[in-house]
């Protein structure tokens, strides 16, 4: 069972409100990959697409989210159900007699080899299930061609589940038999092994709007249609037509094999496209010219009334952007402004809107600005802008790369210089507020989707700059995730995190967290942090990390080691007699191509040791969408069902959705089951999230809203 945050319905409102403007696109199958009715097809989505499906036809129901990872290669995680599993056929030694409804969660990978163009097709290489327990497992290379603009076909070659109906012989030898045991293993001997058999099929664009589909499957349903009847299968026939809407969703209509009606809804989300076209909001002050400066003399600016006039009129311009003014100093013909950020979501622009601010409120002897973003108290790195390149540069065409070019991104000290002016009520400040909160619990098979609604106060106390006293409590108002009634199987060393139904079932109201955490930056490239206290709804103790950043380059190390106790189930004061000390050493790289990767090597709440790896792809408004995976010394038996944890996480943030600036954003991360094995501390604010956007190579990825 996972707890989790999750999307909420107000994102697939977005999602549906992407148009595609009378625009062609490849179409889904029933299993959520690019397809035609219930088999692959050779296309792929445009790149970056991100795609949610919901089928359902006889007994079987699937659920798919897919990422079109890179312009060839796409990966999906499917959840599907199946009802009548054991009705005719459950013998006692079946792993899976014991359900009524079989659910089945699998991953899916897909190639594409060739891209069409005049005389070749589409070709695509595919792995469905390659990860799970093996029963809904199959193989194919599919071929897909278009005629005109309106005729597109498909043929391919299937092994697996796609090699079962109209089988051509086995030209790679025979196929192991499926061994379900605890899934979750790749499965290199069954790939393209067995039976293989062909498939193909037709689609017609009737209008616009409109497809017709038809398609000869190779999939005999062994399992479902043949061993457990739970539907008959007459023909390897399907028909169907699918509709898209004016608001962006596919419904499909279809029938199949002979026996069963199918329906399809099909959302598929583009992050290079705001569904409201772009950033709603306040413009940005016209730039102010040296020679509209303010008259301020010589003495004035270097009084301190002057310099506190310029920072109040600094913060009064900012302020509106949600940009507070941690700091303000002058030295000769420079003004150092450091900043934090709490609404924007792009820090380029803030960047740009601090440097139109100084060249308002600076006399005309101050050519040089530089600015400080501040990140828990601490300044992460310079960005220097000489006042003509701003003034010169406003309505140059090519501005953005100009304004780049003339740029410089520095290193800078955590602190601001001893004669800095600093803002005014900052230090100490008590911020508070009540939200609503969604946490959800997703597949026990026993109740697939699980939800708690209720309310989160958070409050939060600066008492300096970089340390802070900070908290968070729930009070459920409705829900069910308490009436699981599937206790832990766990077979590891400690459960430290499979009795998660528990902490929802009895913390009611829950203190989440209660924490000090102080932030330093003992070097240019160093920052620290200690936070203790309670530091999440399952663990309180002692979290210190170590960060090593230089600000111009891609790559960063970390290390981060924690002492901590497990506390009541509960989430109040009290604790059980579980302790441990977990941490890790960790790598990140940050590619070009808005790729992200870390790598994390350590030790795991239940004291297993291993690594995780993470992989995500970020675009340029902030959406992230990755996968990751864990691997340590707990055996598959130790671990249970999944052999080992992994799992997919999206971010959207609000301001995508909305159009308005705001640092919000909507996290979901899916995994196939929340277990025990190489489950790590979550801790908030840890040093690489906080400081990352900061750095040249992130700034350099969103620079095209400096003068937005």
């Given at each position: ?18 148009t ?15 397809g ?54 459950a ?56 005629f ?40 290199f ?6 039976d ?5 099929g ?55 094999y ?49 310099l506190?006039?310029m ?12 940009i ?24 380029p ?36 802008i ?281 996290s ?41």
């Open positions: 069972m996972t707890i989790l945050k999750t999307l909420p319905a107000a994102t697939l409102c977005a999602l549906m409100a992407q595609a403007q009378g625009e062609i696109r490849p179409s889904l199958a029933l299993t959520g990959v690019t035609l009715i219930d088999m692959p097809s050779g296309d792929q989505q445009s790149d970056g697409m991100l795609s949610f499906s919901k089928s359902l036809f006889g007994p079987i129901g699937r659920t798919t989210l897919t990422f079109q990872v890179t312009p060839r290669l796409s990966g999906s995680f499917r959840y599907s159900a199946t009802h009548a599993w054991n009705d005719v056929y013998p006692a030694t079946d792993p899976t007699a014991k359900f009524d409804t079989y659910y089945d969660r699998s991953f899916d990978l897909r190639y594409q080899l060739t891209k069409e163009s005049k005389y070749v097709p589409a070709i695509t290489v595919g792995l469905q299930d390659f990860i799970g327990t093996g029963i809904m497992a199959g193989e194919y290379v599919a071929a897909t061609k278009t005109g603009e309106k005729l597109k076909l498909t043929a391919g070659l299937g092994w697996g589940r796609y090699g079962s109906y109209g089988s051509i012989g086995a030209p790679f030898g025979a196929r192991p038999k499926v061994s379900v045991g605890q899934g979750g293993n790749l499965r001997g069954e790939w393209f092994r067995g293989a058999a062909p498939f193909g037709v689609e017609y664009a009737a209008t616009d709007r409109l497809t017709l589909k038809a398609e000869y499957s190779s999939d005999a349903y062994l399992e479902e249609a043949g061993l457990r009847q739970t539907f008959e299968r007459k023909s390897p026939l399907n028909f169907g037509l699918e509709y898209r809407s004016k608001r962006g969703a596919t419904l499909g209509l279809y029938s199949l002979g026996s069963e009606i199918g329906f399809s809804v099909q959302i598929l989300l583009d992050p290079k496209r705001s569904p409201t076209g772009g950033q709603v909001g306040p413009g940005p002050l016209p730039v102010r010219t040296s020679a509209q400066a303010q008259g301020w003399n010589a003495a004035s600016v270097s009084d301190g009334a002057g506190a006039a920072r109040d009129q600094a913060q009064a311009i900012l302020g509106k952007d949600g507070v003014v941690e700091s303000l100093g002058l030295s000769g013909g420079t003004a150092q402004l450091r900043i934090r950020n709490t609404r924007l979501d792009n820090v622009q803030a960047i740009g809107r601090s440097a139109r601010a100084l060249a308002y409120v600076m006399p005309a002897s101050v050519q040089r600005f530089e600015i400080v973003p501040v990140k828990q108290g601490v300044g992460t790195s310079k960005v220097v000489a006042r003509n390149d701003l003034e010169n540069l406003e309505f140059a065409a090519g501005q953005d790369a100009k304004m780049r070019d003339r740029v410089l991104v520095l290193p800078v000290s955590g602190r601001p210089a001893a004669n800095a002016l600093r803002g005014e009520g900052l230090y100490p400040k008590l911020t508070y507020g009540i939200s609503p909160y969604v946490a959800t619990s997703l597949f026990d098979p026993d109740a697939p989707l699980q939800a708690n609604f209720g309310l989160r106060l958070k409050a939060r106390y600066d008492i300096a700059p970089g340390l802070f006293l900070s908290g968070s409590a729930t009070k459920k108002l409705i829900g069910n995730i308490d009436g699981s009634n599937r206790p832990s199987n766990s077979k590891a060393r400690q459960r430290v995190r499979s009795e998660a139904y528990r902490y929802a079932d009895e913390g009611d109201p829950a203190l989440e967290t209660l924490t000090m955490a102080w932030y330093a930056k003992p070097s240019d490239s160093l920052y620290t942090r200690v936070t203790a206290g309670y530091l999440e709804p399952m663990y309180a103790g002692i979290s210190t990390e170590l960060l090593w950043q230089q600000v111009d380059k891609p790559y960063a190390l970390g290390v981060e080691v924690n002492y901590v106790k497990q506390r009541d189930f509960d989430q109040l004061f009290g604790f059980q007699d579980y302790s441990t000390v977990t941490g890790h050493v960790s790598g990140y790289y940050h590619f070009n191509n808005g790729f992200q990767a870390q790598l994390d090597v350590g030790r795991y709440l239940a004291g297993d040791v291993g690594a995780t790896f993470s992989l995500d792809r970020e675009f340029a408004n902030g959406i992230k969408v990755g996968a990751f995976a864990t691997l340590t010394d707990m055996s598959a038996a130790e671990f249970g069902e999944g052999s080992f944890d992994k799992g997919i996480k999206i971010e959207v943030p609000f301001a995508w959705l909305t159009g308005r600036p705001t640092q919000k954003a909507n979901l991360v899916l995994r196939p089951l929340l277990r025990d094995g190489g489950a790590r501390l979550n801790v908030e604010g840890r040093l690489y999230d906080t400081v990352r956007d900061t750095q040249q190579t992130e700034m350099d990825a969103a620079w095209g809203r400096f003068w937005k």
